[in-house]
């Protein structure tokens, strides 16, 4: 099992803020084409993705704090990593 090291999380992080923004832009973008009832949507989706956004910060910092406190409960495995995200999936 490998671990990842301050720099590889900061990249990651980088790497899915960046995704999840392309993400939200297009979420939003996509409600605005629906005419009158895109007003609603997206309001919606911008709701959506200010929850997601706060999570997906929060998540982050966790990291950064778990990384910079060392110990056992400092290290961030792939497996976890990858498990957050598959559980993040399955709430959409």
Same mark, same amino acid.
């Given at each position: 099992?490998?671990?990842e090291t301050p720099e590889?999380?900061?990249a990651r992080h980088k790497k899915e803020l960046k995704s999840f923004e392309? &993400?939200?832009r297009a979420a939003i973008k996509n409600a605005k084409s629906r005419g009158k !009832?895109?007003?609603g949507a997206v309001k919606e989706a911008e709701f959506k993705y200010e929850g997601? &956004?706060?999570?997906l910060k929060e998540r982050h910092k966790m990291e950064i704090e778990q990384i910079t406190s060392g110990g056992e409960e400092g290290?961030?495995? &792939? !497996?976890d990593v990858a498990?957050? !995200?598959l559980d993040k999936s399955? *709430? *959409?």
């Open positions: 099992m490998s671990t590889d999380i900061s392309g &993400e939200k !009832k895109g007003k997601l &956004e706060r999570d290290t961030v495995s &792939e !497996k498990g957050d !995200k399955k *709430e *959409e």
